[in-house]
């Protein structure tokens, strides 16, 4: 056998650096007259792309490739690993499978000379299953291995070894996110923490972008983690978005034909800014379509009770939200007041909506309400 290959997924993104390490070695293999060095690629295929939780939020593409090499060989034995020798960080041992336990823990010698402390050995394996370690000056002279032969080689071995298309942390250039885990985040954090635009702090969509993309503190996440368990269920208001979007009068602005096209398929990480800022927007056309006059009745949990100044008696500010996005306001007189945390089943009649916060927020009179 005078070559070998290995087979690993890359990235479309990991393939650059791959190529040149492979040309390198391929030069420098067959400058010296051993056969070259090759690629071939397999089908592209969607690799599921998990969270730092280890929950799928969208997809990649990978490919399975083959790198094919020659081996190194003198009379019988063949070079198996490169060990780089470092005395107080320890050895980098990069070793052709199945041979990586036969490198490990090796001291830094060589056979030929008896030298110790050579910076980098390589490790040959004999047909008889005898190892025999060269440091990079001997095996040149000794074996008749060239240093560049050598080096290059190992450069792509260990450049094959080392492919990972999964970092923890890392933001491909192709990862594509489910639209649909962009919309429930930002869908809970909108009902739970009112949406914030640009200029006015750590914003909504940034936010999204550290829960699907790491890059807070931990501290700041799990402020976030929070607002998605106190929003509960918000995969119905998520799903209207994505129709809101998907529906929405194409004709009326570019705006609202981008947000058709970036919810249409899964969405790359640039888009997050784009298709969060729908959230807001939805809530508000949605709420609004409450007119007056309609009678609307909800389940909803009170989320503010504060005392209002008047003449005739004690009056109180009740605000209501039905954990969809949807707030509500009644300005009531009738005693017991709620009590902020209540689940209450409210009937009333919608007067106006007026904005607050950045949420439009439905005033509701003559409410009739009941414990839910
Ligand atoms: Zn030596």
């Given at each position: 056998?005078?070559?070998?290959?290995?087979?690993f997924?890359?990235?479309?993104?990991?393939?650059?650096?791959?190529?040149?390490?492979?040309?390198?070695?391929?030069?420098?293999?067959?400058?010296?007259g051993?056969?070259?060095?090759?690629?071939?690629?397999?089908?592209?295929?969607?690799?599921?792309?998990?969270?730092?939780?280890?929950?799928?939020?969208?997809?990649?593409?990978?490919?399975?490739?083959?790198?094919?090499?020659?081996?190194?060989q003198?009379?019988?034995?063949?070079?198996?690993?490169?060990?780089?020798?470092?005395?107080?960080a320890?050895?980098?041992?990069?070793?052709?499978?199945?041979?990586?336990?036969?490198?490990?823990?090796?001291?830094?010698?060589?056979?030929?000379?008896?030298?110790?402390?050579?910076?980098?050995?390589?490790?040959?394996?004999?047909?008889?299953?005898?190892?025999?370690?060269?440091?990079t000056?001997c095996?040149?002279?000794?074996?008749?291995l060239?240093?560049?032969?050598?080096?290059?080689?190992?450069?792509?071995?260990?450049?094959?070894?080392?492919?990972?298309?999964?970092?923890?942390g890392?933001?491909?250039?192709?990862?594509?996110?489910?639209?649909?885990?962009?919309?429930?985040?930002?869908?809970?954090?909108?009902?739970?923490?009112?949406?914030?635009?640009?200029?006015?702090?750590?914003t909504?969509?940034?936010?999204?972008?550290?829960?699907?993309?790491?890059?807070?503190?931990?501290?700041?996440?799990?402020?976030?983690?929070e607002?998605l368990?106190?929003?509960?269920?918000?995969?119905?208001?998520?799903?209207?978005?994505?129709?809101?979007?998907?529906?929405?009068?194409?004709?009326?602005?570019?705006?609202r034909?981008?947000?058709?096209?970036a919810?249409?398929?899964?969405?790359?990480?640039?888009?997050?800014?784009?298709?969060?800022?729908?959230?807001?927007?939805?809530?508000?056309?949605?709420?609004?379509?409450?007119?007056?006059?309609?009678?609307?009745?909800?389940?909803a949990?009170?989320?503010?009770?504060?005392?209002?100044?008047s003449?005739w008696?004690?009056?109180?500010?009740?605000?209501?939200?039905?954990?969809?996005g949807?707030?509500y306001?009644?300005?009531s007189?009738?005693?017991?007041?709620?009590?902020e945390?209540?689940?209450?089943?409210?009937?009333?009649r919608?007067?106006?909506?007026?904005?607050?916060?950045?949420m439009?927020?439905?005033?509701?009179?003559?409410?009739?309400?009941?414990?839910a």
């Open positions: 056998m005078t070559s070998t290959s290995l087979t997924p890359v990235r479309n993104d990991q393939l650059p650096a791959l190529r040149e390490a492979i040309e390198q070695a391929d030069r420098q293999t067959r400058a010296h051993l056969t070259g060095c090759h690629l071939s690629r397999g089908p592209v295929e969607p690799m599921p792309w998990p969270d730092v939780n280890g929950v799928p939020i969208g997809a990649v593409a990978v490919q399975d490739v083959t790198v094919t090499f020659p081996l190194l003198f009379e019988g034995w063949t070079v198996i690993a490169q060990v780089e020798h470092d005395g107080t320890g050895n980098t041992v990069t070793a052709l499978p199945p041979f990586e336990d036969e490198a490990a823990d090796r001291i830094a010698h060589c056979d030929a000379c008896g030298e110790r402390g050579a910076l980098t050995s390589y490790l040959l394996r004999h047909e008889d299953g005898s190892t025999m370690q060269l440091g000056t095996a040149g002279p000794y074996a008749n060239s240093v560049t032969v050598l080096r290059d080689l190992w450069d792509l071995i260990r450049c094959c070894l080392a492919a990972e298309p999964y970092e923890p890392e933001v491909p250039p192709d990862l594509r996110l489910h639209v649909d885990q962009v919309l429930e985040y930002a869908v809970a954090l909108t009902i739970q923490a009112g949406y914030v635009k640009r200029g006015g702090g750590w909504t969509a940034e936010q999204v972008r550290a829960l699907l993309l790491g890059g807070a503190g931990r501290e700041a996440l799990d402020q976030l983690h607002h368990r106190a929003a509960g269920n918000v995969e119905a208001t998520a799903a209207a978005v994505r129709d809101w979007c998907l529906h929405g009068d194409a004709a009326a602005s570019d705006y034909r981008k947000l058709a096209r919810v249409a398929q899964d969405l790359a990480p640039a888009d997050i800014g784009l298709v969060v800022s729908a959230v807001p927007m939805y809530l508000r056309e949605a709420q609004r379509r409450l007119t007056t006059e309609d009678r609307e009745s909800i389940t949990t009170v989320t503010e009770v504060s005392p209002l100044t003449q008696g004690e009056r109180r500010r009740v605000r209501f939200t039905d954990g969809a949807r707030r306001a009644w300005d007189m009738t005693q017991p007041f709620p009590e945390g209540q689940r209450l089943r409210v009937t009333g919608v007067v106006r909506n007026a904005v607050r916060e950045g439009v927020e439905t005033y509701l009179t003559r409410c009739r309400v009941a414990p």
